[in-house]
C-alpha cells in the first residue's frame, strides 16, 4: 500500500487501470469506514482510499479544529483490509485556486435545504466540492458511501446525475457497536457518560420505525414522543428527528417508502443516525 500526498502522482499511478473503486473519507477510522474499504476491494481491481479533512463542509470552526487526525493508525487499519492507495493531500492539492464545484442544477436544493442543510448552513456546497473535486482526481468506476450519512448520499447521487458522471454510486449499510450506537468518528469525543445514553437515539429510531411498520403513519406525533424520550436525557438534546420520503428528503406522501432521520446533541458532540 502507497500513501500519496500529491495529485499528480496519484493520477500517475492510477493511470493504467480502468477498474478503480474509491473510498472518501475524512479519516478517523472505524469498523465502518472499514466495510467500505473491503466492500471495495471484493468489486474493484484497485482501491483507492482519501484522508482529508475538509475544511469547506465544517459550518462551526471549532468542530474542524478538533476534527480527530490519526493518519498513521488510518494507514494501518487501510493496509490490514488491502487497500491499494491512501490519498492524503493537503488542502493546497485539493484546491490549489478557487475553483467551485457548487451545483447550479436547482433540482439539488430540496435535497440540500432539508435537515443537516439547515442546520449546517453550507455543510454541503463543501461536500460537493470536494466530492466533485476528488472525483475528478480519482476517476473512480465506483464510490462507495455509508447510509449513516443518508442525506449526503442522496446529495451525492444527484450531483452524479445532474452533471452526468459515469461513477456507479455504491451505498453501505449502517455499521454499528453492540448496543446500536451508529458508528462515527466523532463518538471518539464522547465522554464515557455521554458514550453510555447515545446508544438511546438508535433507540428511538427503531421504536419509531415499529409503529411505523404497524401502520402508525402520524408521523409528528411518533416523532415528537421521541423527542420527549431522548431529551429527558441529560446528556441529550435532539436537534430533529424527520420522517422523510426516502427519495426525495421531502415530507412523504400516503404509501411511500420513508426514513426516520435525526441529529442529537450528545453534550457538545454532533450524532446523527437514521433507520
Ligand atoms: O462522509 C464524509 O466523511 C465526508 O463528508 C466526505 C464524503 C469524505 C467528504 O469530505
Redesign the pocket.
Known sequence: MRIIERVDQLQECLAQYNNVGFV???GALHNGHLELAKQARKECEIVVV?V???PT?FNDKRDLERYPRTLDADAKLLESVGVDFVFAPTVEQIYPDEQKYVIEDESILPLTAVMEGAHRPGHFD??VQ??GR?FDIVNPHKAY??LK?YQ?LAI?RKMVEVQNRSVEIVPCDIVRAEDGLALS?RNSLLTLQQRAVAPLIYRELIQIREKIDAGNHDYSKLVRDAILQINKNEYLCVQYIEVVDAVSLQEPAENKTVRVCAAVMCGDVRLIDNV
Open positions: 472518501p473519507t475524512m482519501s482529508f479533512v475538509n463542509q463543501g461536500v470536494v466530492v476528488l458511501f455509508g450519512d449526503q451525492i468518528s
